[in-house]
């Protein structure tokens, strides 16, 4: 028991740095840059609520940021939808689509997941690059970002930091939540022994489902907000390697750990950036060699991993 | 005449188009089922050792005057060596895990093996020549039939029955088909199990060189040209029925057909007119067109 | 600023780009920037950096903001691909910098999208397509079949190529999109076999254009039919030989081997690279120097400044003959009608083409009036 | 068999410890069978009988101690190669193979010595066998897959038989007919471990029993001693 | 209502070709203890599968009070109140007891789609929870993570699970199973005690166990039932002495 409430205080503390770290940052790191990050922190939170959680590897995530994003895109350029509706279309969306690919693939499991979420991923991917309003290969190009409520000028870049760090703490504090709630504790039992779970009487497909469209809407929501800080939505959003990549930033930053997903996120986003500079053409290597030597050595991701050496170093 | 207001020779043309890619799809569809079957591995880097065999037979005629028939024995040779390396190294240590890790730690090697090649040989392509011995068109009435593609179709389909025949039919097929059930038991029978994995890995991957071989003359030879095949062939897996030999040849024809029809009524839409299917597929039979339970 | 100009080059440096782009043209602007030293001693401080956008969209937008906001970058330049270039272009809007557009070809950039901080040197699908089916319409080839990649830049190559093909007395057969990216394009090469057209025009490009032309041969439809390639480089025909492209025409704005001035850089630039230029890689090495013989000239890096100075002032050097920036920032120079050489006429390493016809400034791009930008006055 | 003169060691097992993950559950066996020998593990449900033969074949998920076959050291030896040395083991799940038809059950283990049975003597001593040759495995009755798991270890010239609980779910008449086997084998020199439910059945067959508690030997019985013991057997494993 | 809470009739089921079960017409008295026993592979696992509906059944047909169940989803099963335990320990290993039992106790909660909430919302089921769990002798196991615990005590965590849901009739999969003999005896006790107002159908292996605490049973051979009654008329039956036991007194086949 008390071992519980000293860990209750620990968690209480580090989210309490973390949150005044995110207020400071922007006057430190480059805005734009951290926005991103945020995005695909969420992004990847949300895919570890299924795969860390639930146990459900989805290999079309993508779909549900890009789709959300062009649903924002579209809502705010050409119906002229103020900021916030664009995001909340986005987001609802995504968690329609969720729910779609979820009644289709949810009943079955592993392998046979992935392959049906990658093959309706794959669909949607179709369905962006032809329909007329997506802009095809040039993507969705020119959203304004408008004004928050109305009144707020998010073409300043510290009004729409803040924004998007707004919603990155909902989005997160939402997926904690369904991690700490009497749902989690479900999906946690569902994930440890589910014929015992269905024996319990607790219908194991509407659970999964559940969560399938809370982690679509989130990835949505991730999405939709990614459109408008780059006032863009572009195809590689709903392209297969991006549902590699949300793979790897949560792998790499520690599978079923609470913050593994976001450091994950923010590792893969700066290598890319600053590597996009170095090493040209040997970026797709280095990612890849990073998936083999997260996959060999190191399968706990970096949390995971500081995690288990807090743990060693306390037990001493 | 006419069918589905689509002049026969025009659909008959398409058919025979769709056989031969679908011949494609067997032989890499095939390497993964039985990489399937007994790794209960989703071998994501199929693609890669697909266009490392057109590679290795390109640098051959290139850099060592190596000609196409050397190739396509040469290429799977060493790129099923090349497949065992990986095996033993790297897969073996993941055999105890989710099958999700093996999905991803050759997701990761495709990667690596596709970057490395884009690096050194840029993105464009570069051609490979129609043996001398195949080329010339065949004259069928309803079109004209390039040779080397005919031999495409002989080749895929004598490979693929032949490892048909070895899977059912020998002592070897056996071992293979009892490793799928229990390798445990069948390693307290006397038999080299991990030395199986090896050796079965190495032939799927060498069944894509192969494929890769015969792929070069026809396409580019690309450092990506097998990064978004892959995705087709395992929907052509999943439907097939994941680790059912059969089931991936037949699949894999049947599929290149389909597509080829589908080039004819509404050739927008070829690209994932297979999804679609897979998505029917699994609805309807959760395990594949032949797979178990 | 401060004295120092600052050259961003954003390109794709591994995808689908990287070989008519990529590295060649880091190395050409290295070039620009070194002889623009040598020769014109300025009294500023020249730099330069370099990204790979991996073609994403994000990814160029994010670095490009970086770039204008952080770094102090004045001009972001190269931006192959449709989508980084109208992201970039945007930013560059905002910022109040300068984008030099080399690597792309959609038209739309100084149409409907284009802005007044943005540069389209090298060639545009206008040009090309234009270049090509006009010129091989005129020499008798009437009735034409397309092979269109199923997207805007395939359709919009294809319904500029189908125009000109019509207003020279021609007659467009039929046309079928393929899948984008395609492998295997056999089925739609029969059908433009079937219709019997004289010229079947590949509205697509990369590798979807190379397999077309390889397996056109493997079909036997050349040289029965004439292909032609509406976005094609040196590159292509490079990777897929002599051997199946002879004969092909193409419209390009560069070729090394066109005169002394383009030989004489372009072996300098082999020498580097060890490959011969792309007009992409030419004109990135051209639209540089000329950027910054204009912040000489005006003595200020500031963007409205250096803009106005280089719309009125024409363009003459290797890459670029007759060239002038028009109003809607699309840069006219005279393009080129080529075929290429059957394996049996080239003498030596790259000779592959035959440069057919001068396609004059003013009649190879968009007519300014017929431009949908708003800069343009009517 | 049980003559103090002429024994040969065969199998020796010094203090095994055998874990399923993390579970620990062998506690540290020793054990001794001679050639020609049979032997039977005992206990209850649980006991740490079929974990016993795995370990041997190497089955488990880590094992130490020792292991000796016939003078070799063969605990950190992959199972394959046990199982050349000569030892076969039928498990207790049977393991037939449903993608192979019974002759190709039959015939899937090596043979790793002369001196095995011959197809035709295996047929013989298996009439059903040879009537069902060419159904798939698992489509014959749980009697004949039983006699299938038996027969394919035969084959192989296998000196060293791991039979767990065989006569398990088989109509007594069959089991009449194994017991009647057991014998013949041990005629011929065999050297057999038996694990069994069925006390009756290997109580005539056995020259020692091992009794087995959570993981370790508590007891070993010789078949003089077995009167004796009876009562003390009654009460620990209620046989 | 008849007097038997679950019928089953002509139940069948086949694995391509292999019949597991046919025919099986099983009746369970409501408020009894009934046993299903028979050799290995005699299909009782697989009988209990089909009437939790883990398993479709080939064909025939599944009554629970009245009700045909037969093509119920399981879920949907275990909320009329017939709840499964399996034949190997089935615990939730990485939470602890407490948590495992609430797992139980949070359904009648309702609360269990509710991603807003606070698990701390759950703690007003801790004392219930603790209450069960010390009707099982768990008590001092309270915060153990369940994969720490002896193989014993899961099952009797298990139990604990089952009643949570307060089930109207229980299933229990050999719930002694691989049990030292002290443990047994515990369970025994525990199973008594619970099937006060409950029906339980149990498969049992141990036959002392049966015949010390079941009023029914129900022999099954290959799939088929060879004999049902009470423990002394099935004993005395020379159909089931050949088939289960293999001798001719039944005491043999007691552990
Ligand atoms: N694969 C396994 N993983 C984890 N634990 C196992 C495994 N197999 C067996 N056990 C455990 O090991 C212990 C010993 O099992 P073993 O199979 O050796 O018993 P046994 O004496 O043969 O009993 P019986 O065959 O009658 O069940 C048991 O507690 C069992 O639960
Ligand atoms: N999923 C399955 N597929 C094929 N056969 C199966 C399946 N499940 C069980 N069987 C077979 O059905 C028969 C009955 O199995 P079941 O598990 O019901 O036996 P049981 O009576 O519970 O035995 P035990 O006492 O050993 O637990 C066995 O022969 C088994 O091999
Ligand atoms: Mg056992
Ligand atoms: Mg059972």
Redesign the pocket.
Known sequence: MNTTTNNDKNMRLVFGVLFLLGLVAPFVVYPTFLMKILCFGLFASAFNLLLGFVGLLSFGHAAFLGAAGYVCGLLVRDSGLSPELGILGGTLAAGFLGWVFGKLAIRRSGIYFAMITLALAQMVFFIVQQAPMTGGEDGLQGVPRGNLFGFIDLDDNMSMYYLVYAIFCAGFFVIYRTIHSPFGQILKAIRENQPRAISLGYDVDKFKLFAFVISAALSGLAGATKTLVFQLASLSDVHWHMSGEVVLMTLLGGLGTIFGPLVGAATIVTLQNELADKVGSWVTVIMGVIFVLCVLVFRRGIVGEIQALIRRSGIN | MEIFGIPSALLGSQLLIGLINGSFYAILSLGLAIIFGLLNIINFSHGAMYMLGAFVAWIGLTYFEVGYWTSLLLAPVLVGLLGVVLERTMLKQLYKLDHLYGLLLTFGLALIIEGIFRDQFGVSGEGYAVPDALTGLIPLGFMNLPLYRGWVVIAALTVCFGTWYMIEKTKLGAYLRAGTENPQIVQALGINVPMLITFTYGFGVALAAFAGVLAAPVFQVNPLMGSNLIIVVFAVVVIGGMGSIMGSIVTGLGLGLIEGITKVIYPEASSIVVFAIMILVLLVRPAGLFGKS | SNNVVKVGVLTDMSGTYSDLSGQGAVVATKMAIDDFIANEKPNFKIEMVQADHQNKADIASNKAREWFERDGVDVATELVTTSVALAVMKVAKEKDRIALVNGTASATITNKECNDVTIHYTYDTYALANGTASALTKQGGKTWFFLTADYAFGKSLESEAAKVVTANGGKVLGSVNHPFPGTDFSSFLLKAQQSGAQVVGLANAGSDTTNAIKQAAEFGITPKQTLAGLLMFITDVHSLGLKATQGMYLTTGFYWDRNDDTRAWSRRFFEKQRKMPTMVQAGQYSSVYNYLKAVKAVNSDDTKKVMDYMKKTPINDFFAKNGRIQANGRMIHDMYLAQVKKPEEAKYPWDYYTIKATIPADQAFTPLKESTCALVKK | MNSATGKTEYLRITDLHSYYGESHILHGIDMKVDKGECVTLLGRNGSGRSTTLKSIMGLVGRRSGSIMLNGTEIINVPTHKIARHGVGFCPEERAIFSSLSTEENLTLAPIVASGGMTDDEIYEMFPNLKERRNSPGTKLS?GEQQMLAMARILRTGARLLLLDEITEGLAPVIVKKLGEIITELKKRGYTIVLVEQNFRFAAPLADRHYVLEHGEIIETISQDDLPTKMEWLQQTLGV | MSQYILETHQLCKD??G?T??SDVNLKVRQGSIHALI??????????F?LITKF?PATSGKIVFKGDDITHEPPAVTARRGFIRSF?ISATFPHLTALENVRIGLQRKLGTEFQFWKSEKSLNCLNDEAIALLESVDLKSFVNTVTAEMPYGRKRALEIATTLALDPEMMLLD?PTQGMGQEDIARVVDLIRKVSANRTILM?E?NLSVVSNLCDRITV?TR?SILAEGTYDEVSQNPQVLEAYVGSNDMADAHH
């Open positions: 749980g | 694995f391509k292999f597991a079960v028979g050799p290995n592979g005699a299909g009782k696992t697989t009988v599968n398993l034949q050999e498969v292996h099954l799939g």
